[in-house]
């Protein structure tokens, strides 16, 4: 019999792991707390934006026309204790109010509430990002709670799904892997990822702990990698280097690579930043907070890059803020995402509106949810006309959309043609040809 799979949390990455698994060839049945969320993934529609995940409920979600009817939607607890053999789950940790911690309410919620319908045997999963001993003492939970008692196993399998490619690092992750205790774990995992593990993505099964240290550890690299590029970037602005050369040159190395060097204001999301925070306090908690000290750095090499977009624009708009016109392009945290979590292109749009400047922000899939954090901001319905009237332009965010704008189109519409590239994308000659004041981080003014 195939397994029957179940998803508890269906927000970025449940929505995707869902569809996902429908995809694989198995029948899912997801539960969210929200019923809005539910009918709305109920009629093939997602609440964020992420590029072929909508396309793929559509093929699964039962009901919607043409579909394998393999994907359905339940509020219902007592229904996903009967269905699941596999129960993942998929809520979210965020950091915690006023603290570096990280918040396990949904995830301890989500067990409680599971554990008293599993009345046979099944495999619970972990995917949401918890500190490291979350999964020992979950695992306690549910043999406790669950009529099933030790029937029901619990396994730790990190997701590193990145927004704007969540579908394909689901269908095609470059590794998985899996913390278990006992046999079952494994096994009925090997069986779940069968197809990516039959197309030759490494399957690396390692005990509770290292499972959860895994994803920490990655983003921690991540951030750090990033963190690094941009303090490049400090001493080439002091010693006018160029940190895109910089970072192109040290990237052909392999042991080094070229990807995640790319210097600028940072960065933000919902990953990242709450991640190395949370992994710095559990190392405290455990009396190792010396080991991670550099993450503090890291963090504030990163949170330094905000700043000081900030003073480059007063610069370039004569030393203060007051009376002036400031263009914004970009607002989520990242391109191809509606994510504004933490974004820093938002975090500088307010930082100079607090300061007294006329911020008005356009960006192409983030305006609603930009608004709904930022209400004080103006926003504008495109690129062109956030720049209309402008003393500098602030490209905070590297969408295509912002690459392919007219440098002479923008130069008639501004009242300075200035630009500052806070991500190093777009191509300075063309800019400057057209008329433009262009300046980006860690590059030498020409
Ligand atoms: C990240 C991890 O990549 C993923 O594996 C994990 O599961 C979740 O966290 P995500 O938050 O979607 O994914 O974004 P990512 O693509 O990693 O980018 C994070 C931030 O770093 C963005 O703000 C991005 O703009 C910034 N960034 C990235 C840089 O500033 N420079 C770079 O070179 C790369």
């Not at 607890?77 to 109010?97: A, L, M, R, S, Y």
């Not at 983003?219 to 160029?242: H, P, Q, R, W, Y």
């Not at 040159?249 to 991640?275: N, Q, Y």
């Amino acid at each position: 019999m195939a397994l029957k799979i179940t998803v508890i949390g269906t927000g970025y990455l449940g929505a995707t792991h869902a569809a996902a698994m429908a995809e694989l060839g198995f029948e899912v049945l997801g539960l969210d707390a929200v019923p809005e969320k539910i009918e709305m993934l109920a009629r093939g529609r997602v609440p964020m934006y992420e590029p072929g995940l909508e396309e793929l409920l559509g093929k699964h979600v039962a009901g919607l026309p043409g579909s394998t009817g393999r994907l359905r939607f339940t509020t219902s607890w007592e229904e996903v204790g009967e269905f699941g053999d596999v129960h993942f789950i998929c809520v979210n940790t965020p950091q915690k109010h006023g603290e570096y911690a990280c918040d396990m309410s949904y995830v301890e919620a989500a067990v409680a509430s599971l554990a008293p319908v599993l009345h046979r045997p099944a495999l619970v999963v972990g995917k949401s990002t918890v500190p490291v001993g979350s999964a020992a003492r979950l695992t306690r939970t549910l043999t406790e709670l669950a009529p099933a008692g030790t029937g029901v196993e619990l396994a730790w399998n990190p997701e590193f799904l990145r927004e704007g490619f969540a579908v394909q690092d689901t269908l095609r992750p470059d590794r998985i892997v899996v913390g278990v205790e006992g046999e079952k774990g494994e096994k009925v995992l090997r069986e779940v990822y069968a197809k990516p593990i039959g197309e030759g993505t490494p399957f690396v099964v390692t005990d509770y702990p290292t499972a959860e240290l895994v994803k920490t550890a990655a983003n921690s690299f991540l951030a750090t990698k990033i963190s690094f590029i941009n303090a490049m970037a400090e001493v080439c602005e002091a010693a006018d280097g160029d940190v895109v050369k910089l970072a192109e040159a040290i990237g052909h190395d392999e042991r080094i690579g070229k990807k995640f060097l790319r210097a600028g204001i940072g960065f933000g999301g919902g990953c990242l930043p709450k991640d190395i925070r949370a992994f710095m306090a559990r190392a405290g908690e455990l009396g190792a907070d010396q080991a991670l000290t550099f993450l503090r750095e890291v963090d504030s090499i990163n949170m330094r890059r905000r700043g000081h977009m900030v003073e480059l624009a007063r610069e370039t708009v004569g030393g203060g803020f007051l009376g002036r016109r400031v263009a914004v392009l970009g607002a989520t945290f990242k391109p191809d995402s509606d994510d504004v979590r933490d974004s820093p292109a938002l975090n500088v749009a307010g930082q100079i509106h607090l300061q007294g400047g006329q911020v008005t922000v356009y960006d192409p899939k983030g305006m609603e949810n930009a608004r709904r954090l930022f209400p004080t901001l103006t926003y504008a319905e495109s690129a062109l006309e956030a720049c209309r009237g402008a003393h500098v332009v602030l490209h905070l965010t590297e969408w295509a959309e912002f690459r392919e704008l007219s440098p002479a189109a923008l130069a008639s519409v501004v009242a300075e043609a200035n630009i500052l590239d806070g991500r190093n994308a777009l191509d300075a000659a063309a800019w400057r040809t057209a008329g433009w004041t262009f300046r980006a981080m860690g590059r030498p003014q020409a």
